[in-house]
């Protein structure tokens, strides 16, 4: 494809000021550019240098004929406006008759930005893709920097062959003189002529030594170029944890790799540079040296990170990328090799394979090269580690809150280079468990480091104590991305979530910069609770994602709402009014709180509160078809009738049999117990064929019980060995048991 042809469909995508910059209006019009496309293109614009004087004749042929041709096109284009603009383009261009030479340069120059934005753009057909690559350009190194940099290089380039050139036509000349010198015919015009040609190239080649400032430019231009480039990489780093807690997260590491191999070109050809000067320059030598070492290090990612919380026996996946795999050298497979290390060895970072604090297996990969992604990847695909070796743990310090990291390393030989380099990268932060129900206790440790950790912090501190804005912030990003919903936590919400987590719940000031701890987060019980109140968030998370997240993200739950604010906005409100929100005493429970009707001798309303329905009792029905069965609700708050804002979440009733049977069907009932207490129970409806006049059973309560742990909780926290694992949820053997569901229909269908 022609060059035009490519850059033009990038042009609409460009920044202006890059634009003018390719094409400045008065000198080199974009309409030159492209009307006069194919015949730029033919010419060799790449032997014009402003050194070679003795190039201006063909250089003022070439702006001759394109004044020519501007004219030509003008008087044959039908547009009008199209028409005046090159007539004016013609007669702007005639400003180089007196130096032609400078106008060859802009066009060699011009045609060599062309070349490397091409090189720097992905290869992509869709538009779309180019918009996507220039908005992402934006968090990249200026283009127009790496730009300036690997134009500098060319010109580096260009002014060793002219000296060359230079040096060999002032040799022959001297030669020349010296041969003139002894013959008697020579004339006085012949030396004088010979003696100033002479001292014009002396000139020009002392003009040249400029060469050792340009390069000396390049190697800080590199260098600038360089660290933007690494910080971008620390960036990259960090935007993939923060996607940990529901940050967003662009994983393509296409752009990165492409700097990479920029940079990692124009340190070989400046390299290259210093090595055909006469005399050495040795403090660029050792910089650019260095800059190699660096950028050769540093280009190895962990492109998939193993999961945060790795339980052991158990299998897993993790992927490292090196971003100049195009540039290792061919020959010996390149093996990387992963080992787990702890917090300690993840601060020296000097380690050898027999430092191990745990076993893993499968901890080889080969770096293998994809000619389709141009990626070069080695790929863990069946890790596990077999044993883990703890630390000595102080005071209250249990095993899900100690941090690993799976260390990476490798030797890489790149093409045009002697020497072998020892690289490593570590990924982010692991907690190892063995059993299940430790899960939960090592996640919130993983989302504490990954939410308030420093950038630049000693591996793996993390501060004791955050602003509750921080953590408010954290909550709402981690709920709104596991459930997922673009319904945020409200005002209410987060309010409510700071008096529980503080136990202020008369509090109602602001929150915002109280100090939150870890104890508080995930360390000690809430009041009056068997839990934390990460476990209490946590199992909030898990049943709305599970079962709640169209009723969420459509505003129909309330969720986290105290009991004071509840009767405060229901107080006023009529009989039948409701609201969903989570349970405060149970994990992963939803409840619906409504006004009902004022007991026997009372004169007042009263506010009620359901049985929470947990995960379990809404695998048995949807809470939409529970809401239709109750009804003692009948406005959702403030005032909307529940048949039409929930009626999109019924179920289809059951109309046919299926072998003979008799159709079942499980309803929700609210009842009333000992002392008033709002609880569910079920009930079953036995439909006859026709479906009239259907019998309705009440299954009698079954006594709640609470399931035995099989150790306390502190010793599940602080020990490596397997324990049984348990729900904290009580099993209640109502409507929302996960008990033998053909128990209780047995029971029902031989009712007397």
Not at 54 to 75: F, G, K, P, T
Not at 719 to 740: K, L, N, Q, R
Request: charged content about 20%; proline content about 5%; overall charge negative.
């Amino acid at each position: 494809m022609a060059q035009w042809s490519r850059i033009s469909q990038l042009i609409q995508y460009l920044p202006d000021e890059t634009i003018n910059d390719f094409y400045p209006t008065v000198t080199f019009a974009i309409e030159v550019r492209h009307f006069l496309s194919e015949w730029i293109e033919k010419q060799r614009w790449e032997d014009f240098a402003l050194e070679n004087v003795e190039q201006e004749a063909n250089a003022r042929a070439l702006l001759d004929e394109i004044i020519m041709l501007l004219q030509s096109s003008s008087q044959q284009n039908a547009n009008v406006v199209d028409k005046m603009k090159l007539m004016q383009i013609s007669k702007n261009m005639s400003m180089f008759q007196h130096q032609p030479l400078q106008f060859a340069v802009m066009v060699r120059d011009t045609l060599r930005k062309e070349r490397v934005l091409l090189r720097a753009m992905p290869q992509v057909n869709n538009p779309q893709q180019h918009q996507q690559y220039i908005t992402r350009e934006s968090a990249f190194p200026s283009m127009q920097e790496v730009d300036h940099l690997v134009l500098k290089v060319l010109e580096v380039q260009d002014l060793r062959q002219n000296i060359h050139q230079v040096q060999e036509e002032l040799n022959w000349e001297r030669q020349n003189y010296e041969s003139l010198q002894g013959t008697m015919d020579t004339t006085v015009s012949e030396v004088t002529r010979l003696q100033n040609h002479i001292q014009q190239l002396e000139y020009n080649f002392n003009t040249m030594a400029t060469r050792f400032q340009l390069l000396r430019e390049c190697v800080d231009c590199l260098d600038q170029c360089q660290t933007q480039l690494l910080s971008r990489l620390k960036a990259w780093r960090g935007e993939q944890y923060k996607a940990t807690i529901g940050h967003p997260f662009n994983d393509n590491l296409n752009v990165l790799q492409m700097w990479c191999e920029q940079l990692l070109g124009v340190n070989g050809k400046l390299r290259q540079e210093l090595m055909l000067i006469v005399d050495p320059i040795p403090e660029l030598q050792e910089r650019l040296g260095q800059l190699l070492q660096l950028l050769i290090q540093s280009s190895l990612v962990v492109d998939k990170q193993p999961p945060q919380v790795i339980k052991t026996q158990s299998k897993f996946s993790t992927t490292v990328r090196y971003l100049l795999g195009e540039k290792v050298a061919p020959g010996k497979p390149v093996v990387v090799r992963a080992q787990i290390i702890n917090e300690l060895q993840a601060r020296s970072l000097n380690i050898t394979p027999s430092d191990n604090v745990g076993e893993v297996i499968n901890n080889t990969a080969i770096l293998e090269h994809n000619t389709t992604s141009k990626s070069t990847c080695a790929t863990f695909r069946n890790m596990s580690i077999k044993k883990i070796k703890r630390a000595d743990r102080k005071g209250s310090e249990s095993v899900t809150e100690e941090k690993f990291a799976l260390l990476f390393s490798t030797e890489i030989t790149i093409t045009g280079c002697d020497t072998a380099y020892r690289i490593q990268i570590i990924s982010l932060p692991v907690v190892v468990i063995v059993h299940g129900s430790q899960d939960n206790n090592a996640l919130a440790t993983i989302i504490w480091d990954c939410a308030f950790s420093e950038p630049d912090r000693l591996p793996f501190v993390v501060p004791e104590r955050v602003p509750w804005k921080l953590m408010c912030s954290t909550l709402n990003s981690k709920f709104t991305s596991e459930v997922p919903t673009h319904h945020n936590l409200d005002h209410y919400n987060q309010h409510f979530l700071a008096q529980k987590i503080f136990d202020k719940p008369d509090f109602n000031d602001d929150f915002s910069n109280m100090m939150v701890s870890w104890t508080q987060f995930n360390k000690e019980v809430l009041p009056g609770r068997l839990f934390t109140f990460w476990q209490w968030f946590e199992g909030v998370i898990d049943l709305t994602k599970k079962h709640l997240r169209t009723y969420w993200s459509d505003g129909l739950i309330f969720g986290f709402i105290g009991k004071q604010h509840l009767h405060l906005i229901l107080k006023e409100r009529p009989n039948g009014t409701f609201l969903l929100r989570f349970s405060d005493s149970e994990i992963g429970g939803i409840t619906i709180a409504y006004v009902g009707a004022a007991e026997m001798g009372e004169h007042k309303q009263i506010i009620k509160n359901i049985q929470p329905f947990t995960k379990r009792d809404l695998d048995i029905r949807s809470l939409g078809d529970r809401i239709r069965d109750i009804s003692d609700i009948t406005f959702l708050y403030p005032d909307f009738p529940k048949h039409d804002v929930f009626k999109m979440y019924y179920s289809e009733p059951q109309t046919s049999t299926s072998g003979g049977y008799i159709p079942v069907s499980l309803h929700t009932k609210v009842g009333m117990e000992t002392g008033s207490l709002a609880t569910n129970v079920t009930s079953v409806a036995h439909h006859t064929e026709s479906h009239h006049n259907a019998a309705i059973y009440q299954v009698p309560q079954f006594q709640q019980f609470t399931p035995q742990e099989a150790i306390t909780r502190e010793q599940m926290e602080t020990s490596d060995s397997p324990a049984v694992e348990f729900s904290p949820d009580p099993a209640v053997f109502s409507d929302e048991a996960t008990g033998d569901m053909d128990l209780v229909l047995n029971s029902l269908l031989n009712f007397p």
